[in-house]
């Protein structure tokens, strides 16, 4: 199975890009569903987590009050390896099983913190979803309701735009709007193909 691993800035398009792949029949196995999955009231990642930081970071329902704890780890840089340390581990075992079990021609795992994590590793292929940074910033603040300021924390908690770019086998700019961007995806889903054909065709 080829496993192509998704990633890109927050605010740069990755889940539109993934509802493009899903369109075309290929299996997407998102990180960020699955770290939903994991905080789920009662579930162990769920104690650690009020456990290490605190009933006031849940909601009047009980639920994990995700905006409230976002707001910490991207001001606080040992509460961000905190609750790492509770999520990418569980988060990366479930990504690798999951894409064992995916019925497509190549499946794509997306990881917002591919880079950061290591989790180059585990894909076969890297593709960077990028877009400049006024873009991000403006798009952060908008989707989110951000000021500037916390938009640049939160991107400078991550991997910075050379970074991923380095890293990446893939680059698709998402910086003109979503009908460059599907056609880029469907461009790159032919090569995508070709690859797996010929991984498969090298295994028999």
């Known amino acids: 199975m080829l496993k192509i691993g998704l990633t890109g800035g927050a605010a740069s398009g990755k889940s539109t890009a993934c509802e493009v792949f899903a369109q075309l029949g290929i299996v997407v196995i998102d990180a960020d569903d699955i770290a939903r999955e994991l905080v789920e009231i ?12 605190g009933t006031e970071f849940l909601s009047k329902n009980q639920q994990l009050d995700r905006a409230k704890l976002r707001q910490l780890i ?6 961000k390896l905190q609750l790492e340390t509770i999520l990418h581990p569980t988060i990366c075992r479930e990504l ?7 019925q497509s021609a190549y499946c794509i795992l997306a990881v917002p913190l591919l880079i950061e994590t290591n989790m180059n590793a585990a894909v076969d292929r890297i ?6 940074k006024k873009n991000q910033i403006a798009r952060l603040c ?6 500037p300021t916390l938009a640049n924390n939160m991107m400078h908690q991550q991997a910075n735009r050379s970074q991923r770019l380095a890293m990446a086998d893939d680059v698709i700019s998402n910086n003109t709007g979503i009908q460059k961007l599907e056609s880029s995806i469907r461009l790159l889903h032919k090569t995508y ?11 028999q």
């Open 142 to 147: 908008k989707r989110d309701h951000l000021t």
């Open 127 to 132: 593709l960077v979803i990028d877009i400049t």
């Open 193 to 203: 193909l070709e690859i797996a054909d010929s991984l498969l065709d090298s295994c």
């Open 96 to 102: 690798i099983e999951r894409s064992k079990k995916a």
């Open 74 to 79: 991207f001001s606080d840089h040992v509460a």
């Open 42 to 53: 009662g579930k162990p990642c769920y104690l650690n987590i009020i456990n290490t930081f």
